[in-house]
């Protein structure tokens, strides 16, 4: 799980940036995001905090959806790491965050995805009301990060893939994580 903690280390700081960046951009592409955050503020829909993500996925469910055995604990950022017990095996991290604590919004998060990553493949599944995922190398490292907005929780997935998987795994892999987090939640 070291390699994950040094590329999580790396990536999620990047997306976090670039979600509290310009809070005008927000308005340039993203006027969707103000209305559903005023939508927030209507009613009782909108949660008062992130769910904690290693109680809402504990390592048994997490093992079930990533179809290997994968051991949890809390991590940096407030979100849950899982790891094989081969750390050059696939493992990763998982994460919420209220869209309404992101500056811009969900969109800059999207948007930030590929900050600092090289960019291989990319894919927008159907999850919650937007997704994306991407996959590519950071510093080196193989790396998938992608993130789902659902009631106004942004779940997000950051994976370091072990030799088993290729781009179309990690992408799928992901998307699995994603719609996990998003069904619990």
């Known amino acids: 799980m070291r390699r994950l903690r040094v590329v999580s280390v790396l990536l999620v700081p990047l997306a976090l940036l670039a979600a509290c960046g310009d809070d005008d951009s927000g308005d340039a592409g993203g006027s969707d995001t103000s209305s559903s955050a005023d939508s927030g503020d209507e009613g009782a829909d909108a949660p008062d905090e992130a769910p904690n993500i290693c109680d809402l996925l504990p390592a048994e469910a997490a093992s ?17 790491e899982y790891g094989q017990e081969d750390p050059r095996a696939t493992s990763f991290n ?3 965050q209220l869209e309404s604590e992101l500056g811009g919004g969900a969109g800059v998060y999207f948007d930030g995805l590929t900050t600092g990553i090289t960019l291989e ?25 992608g993130a789902a907005l659902s009631d106004g929780v942004l779940h997000t997935v950051n994976l370091s ?18 719609q996990a987090m998003v069904d619990a939640g």
């Open 94 to 96: 998982l994460g919420a």
């Open 64 to 80: 079930d959806v990533a179809g290997f055995a994968v051991t949890a604990e809390e991590g940096p950022f407030d979100i849950c």
């Open 161 to 178: 893939p072990g030799d088993e998987l290729d781009a179309a795994g990690e992408l799928a892999l992901a998307e699995k994580l994603l």
């Open 121 to 145: 493949d990319e894919s927008a599944p159907d999850v919650g009301e937007q997704a994306r995922i991407v996959t590519g190398e950071v510093s080196g490292f193989s790396q998938t990060a």
